[in-house]
């Protein structure tokens, strides 16, 4: 990533990523289609309502692995190979014990979550706490996978996670075929399936980091923990864990806005956003190729090199939102009808993909742009942008829903948020300061 075609080395780094987090969606969407089709719609709004507090669970995960690959990323970028084989150690160490701390924690509270904090309601809410039960089970391997994906991209390998998703996905699809249609689990089927799924991304990884990256990998008598790396991931990690936290919080707020419209609304809100969250793909593969693009250059003292791979980022992310602009326009209800919405639902869910080109031309320069900021080591601005802009974003779904605009107030806060955001983090990169800001 520190020299060659920008642009070449952007896109060819870029698209594994894409093709893997297609793979990561896909995941949400089979579960959603199945559900959708097989069990009912409450059963569809009971998956995605839980999905928020699991992604707010999540968030921390790809916080530290985010913040975890800006700083393997640079001690590559200065060829420090033996401090990055020591620093992966102890990345491993963190995740698997945060992982486990917030394992416990969900169980503890997930009752609170649902009936207090999301006002589920009382059709779906046991179906909403046996998929959040059993998906918290596994998420010790969500925290193990995005450690060691992070890593293989903070050295240039952005292939391998595809791959492993690949594999994971399909058996994701079986076992949900299996446990729901030919078992009959119901929602209780899909969890056990993404959980299955789940683990055998990490093993995968576990196989591959062993053959081809041996950098990465560590025998057991290597392990160690090293306050120092700790301590300069946590640096890193936190704030970006606090932004996804905040973010998904913010996610959170605006579900249980949903939630007050019914249940035929929740379903609508699930499977419109289930194919929403593909639209962003193409802005954030450019984004995460953008931390890695910008911690190396920053190890390698190029920022100017920085600068340019940002305008290219730009480029290719709207070319992305420009395609998927048509698809939304003149796909949108035989994608919703995917998911066995027919009626009011259909018509509700058609209405929030024909909004979401506007939020995508936004997202495109926030997302790619924060990121470089954040792969430079400029991670603390951006965090209380995030927290700016997710503040407007709940005012304005809450505000919007009280006036004539009402339930149309939650896709249209989302373009609020990143409309803020993209302004804001404009302005940081255009100062400069992220130039000096390198984290050993």
Not at 14 to 24: E, K, T
Not at 155 to 161: L, R
Not at 357 to 373: D, E, I, R
Not at 382 to 394: E, I
């Amino acid at each position: 990533m520190t020299e060659g075609k920008i642009s070449k080395s952007i896109a060819l780094f870029a698209l594994p990523i894409m093709g893997g987090l297609i793979l990561q969606m896909l995941y949400n969407t089979v579960d959603g289609i199945v559900v959708g089709n097989f069990v009912g719609e409450n059963a569809l709004g009971a998956v995605n309502t839980s999905g928020a507090f699991v992604n707010l669970l999540v968030s921390i995960s790809n916080g530290l692995a985010g913040g975890s690959s800006v700083y393997l990323a640079q001690l590559f970028g200065a060829r420090e190979k033996e401090r990055l084989h020591r620093a992966m150690s102890t990345m491993l160490l963190m995740m698997i014990g945060i992982g486990v701390i917030l394992t416990v924690t969900g169980e503890l509270i997930a009752d609170i979550v649902l009936r207090n904090m999301l006002n589920v309601p009382e059709q779906v809410y046991g179906w909403a706490m046996s998929y959040l039960r059993i998906y918290l089970l596994g998420l010790i391997c969500v925290f193990l996978y995005n450690a060691m994906a992070s890593a293989l991209r903070s050295v240039g390998d952005s292939k391998a996670a595809m791959y492993m998703l690949i594999i994971s996905s399909v058996a994701n699809i079986v076992l949900d075929l299996i446990f729901v249609v030919l078992f009959g689990w119901g929602v209780i089927g899909v969890a056990v399936a993404t959980v299955l799924a789940q683990l055998i991304a990490v093993l995968l990884c576990l196989v591959y980091v062993k053959k081809k990256q041996p950098l990465l990998f560590v025998q057991w008598n290597e392990i160690s923990f090293n306050k120092s790396d700790c301590s300069i991931y946590l640096k890193t990690g936190i704030p970006l864990a606090i932004q996804y936290i905040i973010s998904n919080t913010g996610a959170l707020a605006v579900q249980r806005l949903v939630n007050s419209y019914g249940e035929s609304f929740m379903a609508s809100v699930a499977a419109a956003s289930k194919i929403e969250i593909y639209a962003v793909i193409p802005i954030m593969c450019f984004a995460q190729t953008m931390t890695v693009f910008s911690g190396q250059n920053i190890g390698a003292n190029q920022p100017e090199r920085v600068r340019k791979g940002l305008h290219a980022s730009w480029a290719m992310s709207l070319t992305g939102c420009l395609v998927l602009t048509m698809v939304f326009l003149f796909g949108s209800k035989p994608l919703i009808m995917l998911f066995g919405c027919r009626g009011e639902v259909l018509e509700i869910g058609v209405q929030y993909l024909h909004f979401v080109p506007v939020s995508l031309f936004f997202a495109a320069f926030m997302y790619t742009t924060k990121c470089a900021l954040q792969g430079a080591g400029d991670i603390k601005v951006p965090l209380v942008f995030t927290f700016v802009t997710l503040f407007l974003r709940v005012v304005a779904a809450y505000a919007m829903a009280a006036t004539p605009i009402g339930y149309r107030a939650v896709w249209i806060a989302t373009a609020v948020d990143f409309g803020a955001g993209a302004i804001l983090n404009l302005i940081r990169f255009r100062g400069g300061k992220w130039k000096y800001m390198k984290t050993f």
